[in-house]
């Protein structure tokens, strides 16, 4: 259903597709993975917040789920473009929305990505010195893209897999922080804390809905649900809203990077910046360079970039951005070929990467999605950049949380594994 301006339902007609759609990627979802992603949608939400509200009514508040909301930078940008805000006013205006529906926290998932690029950093340097000694340390390719990831699972195997970085991706590393650190400081178990995600990405509801981020012993998610950017244009809608029009509340700083009350951001591409984040940490770290002004060479498109660092006249780093599927083929079959230079790839399923995700708002009008991309980019590039290393929360979380770097527990809660999927039984479940 499409909800209008006024609070109207109107039934979309059914999406088709055809066989010359296909890209014969295998990445199609199967029947399991479609009831997993019902229980993925704003319905989910609203059906926790009303039974807080009946609890709250019979005086039983003690008993009430302690719900958080993680919103995505990239989700904000996009909200803060559809209504025509800059990206503070949408982080506060967004803060508003949910704690008056009955969110009791609201964080940035800018926060958990500070993890997750540490330890893609320190994986990257760990693969890079043992490359001669251990085959298939490289080329490490990012992990953060749930896209890239069941396409790589379902169609490559066990070739690609070994690979792919293990390091989880901010809405999977705040699922943690979430359910195992807040849990704890609240007095709740992970089960009585209801986890949100605002993504930019119907993928992230599969990455949600993977069994290794399910908790047996409570039978609970790291991430309960994920709601993206179209589905919060919805809610507002369905509440007869604007976003503009909404009180702002200052943002909750357990979870936050700010900057005198204003969220901040990570330098590097609009996916996260992982490529740069890793390529100035290995320069420092295995050559001594600290240069940060980095220049890409653009390649055979927009979408496929590469960054060099030279050392007495040879190539010591060689890093790559590859967004969309054409690029990650031809990615994949230089690596399974034995041909692929590169040290390092970040890998996006979407072209332009996550700032033009799937589930991101549309252009309106006569505004066409280059220039719609365009403003978002803007807006997430807007705030302030700060560096992941010399963030003080996220060292004393290393220290009171995980015990250290390199431990058994940051290995457990900031890290994952992957599972090859047999291409006969994918297809089975296959319904054309």
């Known amino acids: 259903m499409q909800v209008s301006e006024g609070g109207m339902e109107i039934k979309l007609k059914k999406a088709k597709i055809t066989l010359n759609d296909c890209l014969a990627c295998s990445g199609c979802i199967t029947s399991a993975e479609s009831v997993l992603i019902t229980q993925q949608s704003q319905e989910e939400l609203n059906k926790v917040l009303k039974e807080n509200r009946v609890l709250k009514e019979m005086n039983e508040e003690e008993k009430q789920k302690i719900v958080v909301v993680s919103i995505s930078p990239q989700a904000r940008a996009s909200l803060a473009a559809k209504y025509k805000l800059t990206t503070p006013e949408a982080a506060k205006k967004l803060t508003g929305f949910f704690k008056s529906i009955g969110v009791h926290y609201v964080f940035d998932t800018t926060f958990s990505r500070n993890f997750s690029l540490i330890e893609s950093q320190r994986e990257f340097v760990r693969r890079y010195r043992a490359k001669d000694i251990q085959p298939g340390s490289i080329p490490l390719l990012t992990s953060a893209c749930p896209g890239w990831i069941c ?10 897999l070994p690979y792919i970085s293990t390091v989880k991706s901010p809405q999977q590393v705040m699922g ?4 195992y650190h807040l849990g704890p400081l609240l007095g709740k178990l992970s089960n009585q804390v209801y986890h949100v995600t ?17 908790n047996d012993l409570y039978s609970t998610r790291d991430v309960d649900c994920v709601i993206t950017s179209i589905e919060v244009e919805s809610m507002l809608e ?34 996260g910046g992982y490529c740069e984040h ?24 927009q979408d496929f970039k590469e960054l060099t660092l030279e050392k007495d006249g040879a190539i010591v780093l060689k890093f790559a951005v590859a967004n969309g599927f054409r690029n990650i083929q031809n990615l994949v079959q230089k690596i399974k070929r034995n041909k692929c230079s590169y040290h390092f790839v970040e890998i996006m399923a979407c072209p332009s990467g996550c700032l033009n995700g799937g589930a991101q708002i549309r252009p309106e009008g006569e505004e ?4 719609l991309v365009a403003r978002v980019e803007k807006l997430y590039k807007s705030l302030k950049n700060s560096k992941p290393e010399e963030n003080t929360k996220i060292h004393e979380l290393y220290e009171e949380w995980l015990g250290g770097i390199d431990t058994e527990k940051t290995h457990k809660l900031l890290h994952t594994q ?14 054309w």
């Open 238 to 271: 369905a509440s007869g809203i604007s976003l503009a029009d909404i009180e702002p509340v200052e943002l909750d700083t357990l979870y936050s990077s700010l900057d005198d009350g204003n969220p901040t951001n990570h330098f590097g591409s609009g996916s």
């Open 151 to 160: 396409y790589a699972e379902k169609t490559h195997g066990d070739y690609i």
């Open 418 to 431: 992957y599972h090859a999927v047999e291409k006969m039984s994918n297809a089975l479940n296959i319904k």
């Open 278 to 301: 890793v390529f100035t940490y290995a320069a420092a770290e295995l050559f001594g360079e600290y240069s940060t002004d980095l220049t890409f060479k653009t390649l055979r498109n």
């Open 198 to 214: 605002i993504m930019p990405c119907y993928d992230k509801k599969l990455e949600a809905s993977r069994q290794d981020f399910y």
């Open 176 to 179: 943690s922080l979430v359910k």
């Open 368 to 371: 066409s999605l280059k220039d």
